[in-house]
């Protein structure tokens, strides 16, 4: 968190519709451990405004004019950006989301979640860690694994299901060694065995893969 904001988490609002921007300042303005840097109507301006102003956070639309959500994530990750990036999406239109997965979004929310909800996820996103819906991951999967067909050697031990629910929880690899007393090196050896098993390449694709095929939920 950046020290001068008190320990506020610091966010940049990235829209291209006003009332949506100003919706969402209203809610978090207002909210303890929150302040709101700035306001950016695409991509393009998004990622110089980022770079300037150093966010924690940055809250997302995919599809803009003004420069793509898309490519402001790609460019950003690139010239490494300290700030995280949450995705909101409306999703029924937003088809771009798992080029935004592999660009380096952090975690992904509908627009139309909860105001405690939009808050956790923030928060998590802060730390690092991935934030997925269940809603957002069952209309993911699709886009994710393609028409290819599973690996053979797709079914996880028990140990793997317990470190992708941590996952699913937004666990960092700290916790997860800490919560199941392994090592990080052996969470990392069992994410490497995970992704491998679900033919996905991160995290948050490994969550939802997980949730179609009923391994979490």
Request: glycine share 8%; no cysteine; charged share 25%.
């Amino acid at each position: 968190m950046n020290a001068e904001n008190n320990g506020a988490i610091t966010l940049l609002i990235v829209d291209d519709h006003p009332v949506v921007r100003d919706g969402l300042r209203g809610i978090l303005e207002p909210a303890d451990g929150f302040t709101v840097l700035g306001e950016a109507s695409g991509g393009t301006e998004a990622v110089e405004m980022t770079l300037r102003m150093d966010p924690d956070v940055v809250l997302m639309d995919l599809r803009m004019p003004a420069g793509s959500g898309v490519e402001a994530i790609a460019e950003l990750t690139r010239r490494g950006a300290r700030a995280r990036v949450l995705v909101l999406t409306t999703f029924d239109t937003d088809s771009d989301t798992l080029p935004a997965i592999e660009a380096g979004a952090t975690g992904y929310l509908l627009k139309d979640a909860l105001r405690d909800e939009l808050f956790a996820a923030i928060r998590a996103a802060a730390e690092g860690r991935t934030v997925l819906s269940p809603a957002v991951a069952s209309r993911l999967v699709t886009a994710v694994r393609g028409p290819a067909a599973p690996p053979v050697d797709d079914t996880l031990s028990a140990r793997e299901v317990q470190v992708l629910e941590q996952v699913a929880r937004g666990a960092s690899n700290r916790e997860i060694a800490r919560g199941l007393f392994i090592s990080e090196a052996t969470v990392k050896t069992h994410l490497t065995h995970i992704y491998g098993k679900l033919d996905v390449r991160d995290r948050a694709a490994a969550v939802a893969v997980a949730y179609q095929r009923g391994i979490l939920g």
